[in-house]
């Protein structure tokens, strides 16, 4: 299974952060897989912030639940994920990272991670 995360490096403040994640080598909507968006930064260390289910049910950070949406395309033999982040500020600076996770058990693969700063 890889992962792959894709987006923009730089974001201005205000504006909508989306990634995508790219699977190969196992379906998005197979049981019993979720899929995840964490990000790690200095101040803040490692943050879930969401995940969606092979079935389509989201989940979402507290913290982030305001700002913050996951999707699933599977349209066109896409087989991806993405991650959208409204009113970006700088404290939003980051590594990303795409998660696939299995129910009962966790977090099994990551994708490399892409870094995104944002700043004007």
């Known amino acids: 299974v890889q992962l792959q995360e894709s987006g923009p490096g730089l974001v201005k403040p205000s504006q909508t952060l989306s990634l995508t994640c790219t699977v190969s080598?196992?379906?998005?909507?197979?049981?019993?897989?979720?899929w995840s968006w964490v990000r790690q930064s200095p101040t803040k260390g490692l943050e879930w912030m969401t995940s969606?289910?092979?079935?389509?049910?989201?989940?979402?950070s507290p913290s982030l639940q305001s700002r913050t949406s996951i999707s699933i395309d599977t349209s066109e033999s896409n087989n991806q994920f993405t991650l959208q982040l409204s009113s970006v500020t700088p404290e939003d600076s980051a590594d990303y990272y795409c998660?696939?996770?299995?129910?009962?058990?966790?977090?099994?693969?990551w994708g490399q991670g892409t870094q995104v700063t944002v700043s004007s």
């Open positions: 998660v696939r996770g299995r129910f009962y058990i966790g977090f099994d693969y």
């Open positions: 080598g196992d379906s998005i909507t197979r049981n019993p897989y979720y």
């Open positions: 969606i289910a092979y079935s389509g049910a989201t989940y979402y």
